[in-house]
């Protein structure tokens, strides 16, 4: 499976974007999706994550009520709105998934640690101005 990440840029403090992920296969239909981000001279972080149908989603503290993740089977694509933006979101961000997260029902704090992933996209650019 391959991941490419997109939607990253510029924007002002309080400003949205809207990142994208579209999987390579089908398969990732099946498969529950985390985000991640990485911001310089820090350790990559977990953001969000959304289960294989869309029924079940699990945020950091961080970004809880400000971001929202989804996805469309359709165009086998998970988002991640980001609203409110702060410049502590700056960051590289990234998307990853994995065959053992096929078919869960829920995503939870496991969902949160890098270990959980075996594919990972190649990032996306976004920094926040105050």
């Known amino acids: 499976v391959q991941l490419q990440a997109s939607g990253g840029g510029l924007v002002q403090a309080g400003g949205s974007l809207r990142l994208s992920c579209v999987a390579s296969?089908?398969?990732?239909?099946?498969?529950?999706m985390g985000w991640f981000r990485q911001a310089p001279g820090k350790e990559r972080e977990f953001v969000a994550a959304?289960?294989?149908?869309?029924?079940?989603?699990y945020y950091s503290d961080s970004v809880k009520g400000r971001f929202t993740i989804s996805r469309d089977s359709v165009k086998n694509t998970v988002y991640l709105q980001m609203n409110s933006l702060k410049p502590e979101d700056t960051a590289l961000y990234y998307c990853?998934?994995?065959?053992?997260?096929?078919?869960?029902?829920?995503?939870?704090?496991?969902?949160?640690?890098?270990?959980?992933?075996?594919?990972w996209g190649q990032g996306t650019q976004v920094t926040v101005s105050s």
């Open positions: 990853a998934t994995g065959p053992a997260k096929r078919f869960q029902v829920t995503v939870g704090d496991r969902e949160s640690r890098e270990n959980e992933y075996d594919y």
């Open positions: 296969e089908r398969t990732f239909t099946t498969y529950s």
């Open positions: 959304i289960n294989w149908n869309g029924g079940s989603t």
